[in-house]
């Protein structure tokens, strides 16, 4: 029995009354109170929830979720995610008619990887305020040819980055939710880049210039980037192919960077990237599909017809590194800047193989396919 005393029954004590029948050995709950509205207020209720009102008995009705489905197991995934589970959390019980949602990746071989829930919560961990690892105020000043030429790659990085935050944008919504660590990590990859974005943005203006040039090659070669329908494809060029490439890039600023502000976001920036690197490289080998290696290596083949006619990487940009990486600016000191910017392309085409390879392509396939990658690196 429950004595609800003077208390008005629409003010919450209904949630009293299911707790009771729920765990009543007979389903049974006898209810009374000195409410005055107490008889019709108890007859209305239990005739909405479908429980029966024998005198002031409320006797348990059908449960409106025994024809439920069960959205899986809260601690496995499963090998099908059923439309009908919708947006619910896994093992959830979900009402029979529940609105339906359909995802092209709804399968543990194409949206899950066992290392997801690893991945996750060390990208979580990685997250870094751009407000406080960054020393915005450390007093520098640049020479004007370095400033310029720190602007100019700044403004070829934002780009990039621009396009590594779309590509997993246009893949989370394909993604059944059921599969949750792979859309987090997902999610947490495009909060890497927006971060990205934002710090090189503000070294653009951080000494009042304004941004440099964006070329219609490199457009081009990003523009296949974030129109790939193929989640597979796409991740493949992006993470695999560009990511890895553009590490190397990042490792280069970092080393050549003429001020403490650049190198350390140059380096923060790295320490995300190699954890895209790994998580695309990771997901794809498990996969273990000598079809799907076939599919990559057409996709690589096709891009490269697609972008032929193409300048691929700014001049600009490619003029910015020397500028960077030459001890001096004269003659001597240039020339050195500039075997320094053929050895990065060099190191750029030695750990794409080695992705490749480890992708389980053949050295011999891995040398062809890194040649074929677009001159603008992602
Ligand atoms: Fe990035
Ligand atoms: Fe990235």
Do not use: K
């Not at 392509?361 to 062809?368: K, M, N, Q, V």
């Amino acid at each position: 029995m429950i004595d609800l005393g003077p208390a008005p029954f629409d003010r919450g004590p209904h949630v009293l009354v299911e707790h009771a029948l729920r765990t009543s050995a007979d389903g049974r709950v006898r209810v009374v109170g000195s409410h005055p509205d107490l008889g019709w207020q108890l007859a209305t209720w239990c005739r909405v929830v479908g429980h029966r009102l024998e005198g002031d008995v409320v006797v348990r009705g059908g449960d409106r979720f025994a024809r439920s489905l069960v959205s899986g197991h809260p601690d496995a995934v499963a090998a099908n995610a059923d439309p009908r589970w919708g947006l619910a959390v896994r093992g959830a019980r979900v009402e029979d008619g529940a609105a339906e949602l359909s995802f092209a990746l709804a399968d543990r071989d194409t949206a899950w990887d066992e290392d997801a829930p690893r991945l996750l919560a060390q990208a979580q961990a990685g997250q870094w305020d751009p407000a406080t690892a960054v020393p915005w105020d450390e007093p520098f000043e640049l020479p004007e040819p370095l400033e310029e030429a720190v602007v100019q790659v700044m403004t070829y990085l934002v780009e990039n980055e621009t396009a590594a935050l779309l590509v997993p944008a246009n893949l989370v919504p394909r993604l059944h939710p059921h599969y949750r660590e792979v859309v987090g990590f997902l999610a947490v990859q495009m909060a890497d880049e927006a971060r990205h974005v934002e710090v090189f943005t503000r070294r653009i203006g951080l000494r009042g210039r304004s941004p440099g040039t964006s070329s219609r090659g490199g457009q081009a070669s990003l523009a296949t980037l974030v129109t790939e329908r193929d989640p597979d494809v796409a991740s493949f060029l992006l993470s695999v192919m560009g990511e890895t490439s553009f590490l190397e890039l990042l490792r280069f600023l970092q080393q050549h960077g003429p001020d403490p502000v650049t190198r350390a976001i140059c380096r923060l920036a790295a320490t995300d990237e190699a954890r895209h690197v790994a998580f695309a490289v990771g997901r794809l080998r498990r996969r273990g599909d000598p079809a799907l290696l076939d599919r990559l290596a057409a996709a690589v083949r096709a891009r490269e017809a697609a972008l032929r006619h193409t300048s691929g990487l700014d001049p600009h940009v490619f003029d910015a590194l020397i500028v960077l990486a030459s001890p001096t600016f004269d003659p001597e000191g240039v020339g050195v800047g500039f075997e320094r910017v053929v050895e990065l392309v060099g190191r750029m085409d030695r750990a794409r193989r080695a992705m490749l390879v480890r992708l389980g392509f053949s050295p011999e396939r891995a040398t062809e396919l890194s040649a074929l990658h677009t001159r603008n690196f992602m």
